[in-house]
């Protein structure tokens, strides 16, 4: 007895048409002849300038490095989390003490109880922009030796206390 066997059939290819500029950043090379639109963006004709106080801006400046420093240094395990707790939203906390455990667990170390990094973060600079009186985005650019990182921030005045409502590290 034979047992005869069914050939899958042959799939047919679809014809994909290719673009000329395949493989290449397609860029429109050609000046613009039309002045752009407005957007709302910083620079634009209708962008909102806030009147900020000199003193306000260095101090809000200096506290954001202290405050991406530490926070540095907690993922690190240089530091406690519990450190910056009453300056940061629950959510930023989390995130801050699971980081700070995940890398301890590659580093085989218990975070926050003693130095452990062999490199020390360094804020190369901190860039501010002030959104409103009660809120202050920041860019942060931080070198571990010859690699460099950036991270972003937000912190809102809650109260009486600035706090970091968002950081995020790329």
Request: glycine content about 6%; overall charge positive.
């Amino acid at each position: 007895m034979s047992v005869s066997r069914i050939q899958p059939p042959e799939p047919t290819r679809v014809a994909v048409p290719v673009a000329e500029s395949q493989g290449t950043l397609a860029l429109a090379l050609l000046p613009r002849q039309e002045p752009p639109e407005p957007s709302g963006r910083a620079g634009s004709s209708n962008a909102v300038v806030l009147p900020i106080d000199r003193r306000l801006r260095r101090t809000i400046d200096e506290w954001t490095r202290r405050y991406v420093q530490a926070a540095l240094e907690i993922i690190g395990g240089d530091r406690p989390a519990a450190q910056v707790l009453r300056w940061t939203s629950d959510e930023v906390y989390a995130d801050l003490r699971r980081r700070a455990w995940l890398v301890g667990q590659a580093g085989e170390h218990q975070p926050g109880l003693a130095r452990v990094q062999p490199v020390r973060p360094r804020l190369h600079s901190v860039h501010t922009c002030f959104l409103s009186d009660t809120a202050v985005e920041c860019s942060v650019h931080v070198r571990y030796g010859e690699r460099g990182r950036a991270v972003a921030a937000r912190f809102e005045r809650i109260r009486e206390h600035w706090i970091c409502t968002a950081l995020d590290f790329a």
